[in-house]
């Protein structure tokens, strides 16, 4: 358990899996969370679930205007942001010599620009404030995958702005790290061919997929005050998947 009573946290991608874990963990442990979801009827229901001070927004993350607007907003009702989770995601796979221009821009525009969007508005938030964490969900596949050639782009671009953000920042007191969870429990993952489903499992030597609140967990310590000496960092969250 970490102390955020106070804290004003905004989770992205919030409405399931990963982002749900993500919300109710800040939340378990006294932060008000904002949960932000494109689809705003599955963010509502995840923010029900995070107690009484916790509420859903309609975010598209690849929109610049809703991004600044959604901060200048949070700001006027609570006065600051203190943690900001990037974890809105998209993904179009297809192989390289049959992926669409459309297919190649869509999971651009969500999973690398959103971060850059919203950390790009909260900075100048946290810069004031000389206090904040921004913690950005890259993926084991930022090292490379079949058939992911634009989400993997996406996630090592997030991987070079985290870090660059990183140094950037590190003199106003705002840490930033980039999380790459493995194989995780999500409604993707749950609709794998049990084929598939078991060669995954396989890979992971403590021999069980993750659930979205171990990510949770991981994401509550870093965006605590006991982890104000870790920016910069690559974390590998996979139950030894990345080994």
């Known amino acids: 358990m970490f102390d955020h009573e106070g804290r004003i946290a905004l989770v992205t991608g919030a409405g399931q899996g990963i982002g749900a ?8 442990d006294g932060a008000t969370v904002v949960c932000a979801d494109i689809a705003v009827d599955r963010a509502t229901a995840v923010a029900a679930t995070c107690g009484v001070s916790a509420r859903a ?3 598209d993350v690849s929109d610049r205007a809703a991004c600044d607007n959604l901060v200048d907003d949070l700001v006027a009702e609570n006065g600051r942001i203190d943690v900001l989770v990037n974890n809105a995601g998209i993904n179009r796979d297809a192989m390289l010599h049959k992926m669409t221009d459309e297919e190649w821009a869509a999971v651009l525009a969500v999973d690398l620009s959103g971060p850059f969007f919203l950390s790009r508005a909260v900075a100048r ?7 904040g964490r921004i913690i950005n969900i890259a993926s084991a596949s930022w090292m490379g995958n079949i058939g992911q050639s634009n ?5 090592a671009g997030v991987v070079g702005l985290s870090r660059t953000m990183s140094k950037e ?3 106003y007191n705002i840490t930033v790290n980039a999380l790459c969870p493995g194989f995780i429990e999500t409604s993707m993952t749950k609709s794998l061919p049990e084929n598939i489903f078991a060669a995954q499992l396989d890979k992971i030597p403590l021999g069980r997929i993750g659930k979205p609140e171990d990510v949770g967990d991981l994401v509550s310590f870093l965006a605590s005050e006991r982890a104000g000496y870790i920016t910069g960092e690559i974390i590998n969250i996979g139950g030894g998947y990345q080994i």
């Open 21 to 28: 874990g993500i919300a109710k963990c800040l939340s378990r």
């Open 57 to 59: 927004v309609a975010l």
């Open 125 to 131: 938030v946290m810069r004031t404030q000389n206090s």
């Open 151 to 155: 989400y993997a782009a996406a996630k």
């Open 169 to 171: 920042l590190a003199r």
